[in-house]
């Protein structure tokens, strides 16, 4: 099926941004009741004689990027999309388990991930041993500074072409690095609190933009205190962990939930040196936060 040329930017309570993608124009679109799109949808649109427009059809979506929303369900934030960037940052720090928890998610919905460290500018050896850990396993990494413009572009070179997604805690930069990519000095950009030393939501609806001189797209996400993975198996949560795949269809058991069972393909891994177990330990805590869903 061809794309429409018309695809949705951002949407709100009645109405939806669209870019017409011929054109490079951009409009306003009503909302049906019974028709929700989210950013980056692909849509037809009904023109109406008094110039007003309305969005008659979404398109089959090839995917989508979520997370749990309060009641362990996925929320769809994005759709269409090539990469998951995965920004986190020197400060504040990332959570335990963040990256991992955005990389089960990025292989469920099928999206390729790109880990970018920021703020290297504060202490260049702050993620080095991280980043060499998931260089290692084979995830494209990036190190860089929002504050050091050049040191931006190998990740901009990767984005022609592709629809990417910006994702990470509040205060990571990923704002500050938006208005590098786009070239756009207007974008908003926020500072940590002293206090708590957490950023501050400077983005709060998720929006899709055109990259400059490219056929490419870059979609902005409002940040998070914590990414929450909504309700998932253990054997999906394992198929997040790419160290985890030769393993897998081993275990003497089927629905082995590599947890207790004996025969267990990837705890006989972890012991044999084949699996990191900060890996494994990690995977075990993701598998035990689904609990906080059946409450």
């Known amino acids: 099926m061809t794309p429409s040329p018309y695809r949705v930017m951002s949407t709100h309570k009645k109405d939806a941004h669209i870019i017409d993608l011929n054109s490079n124009q951009t409009l306003t679109a009503h909302l049906r009741r019974s028709t929700r799109p989210v950013c980056g949808d692909y849509v037809e649109l009904d023109q109406f004689q008094n110039n007003s427009t309305r969005i008659a059809r ?74 060499a850990k998931y260089q290692k396993l084979g995830y494209r990494t990036f190190a860089l500074s929002a504050k050091q413009p050049e040191t931006v572009q190998p990740l901009l070179d990767t984005l022609h072409d592709k629809t990417s997604i910006f994702v990470g805690q509040s205060g990571v930069g990923k704002s500050s690095l938006s208005r590098i990519i786009l070239q756009d000095d207007t974008l908003k950009t926020g500072a940590l609190s002293q206090k708590t030393g957490k950023g501050a939501h400077v983005t709060s609806v998720t929006r899709l933009y055109r990259l400059p001189e490219s056929n490419g797209f870059l979609i902005d996400s409002p940040g998070v205190w914590e990414y929450g993975l909504w309700r998932m198996s253990a054997q999906e949560i394992a198929a997040g962990f790419i160290d985890f795949h030769p393993f897998l269809g081993q275990c003497k058991f089927n629905d082995c939930s590599h947890l207790h069972e004996p025969d267990c393909a990837i705890r006989t891994a972890v012991k044999t040196g084949l699996i990191e177990p900060d890996r494994y330990q990690s995977y075990t805590r993701i598998v035990e936060s689904m609990k906080h869903h059946e409450r």
């Open 58 to 131: 979404i398109l089959p979506r090839k995917n989508h990027f979520a997370r749990a929303d309060r009641n362990g369900e996925p929320q769809i934030i994005a759709a269409n999309i090539d990469c998951n960037i995965i920004v986190v940052a020197v400060q504040p720090e990332p959570t335990r388990d963040l990256i991992n928890r955005y990389l089960v998610a990025s292989h469920h919905c099928g999206i390729t991930p790109l880990l970018v460290f920021n703020k290297t500018d504060l202490d260049p050896d702050f993620f080095s041993r991280t980043q």
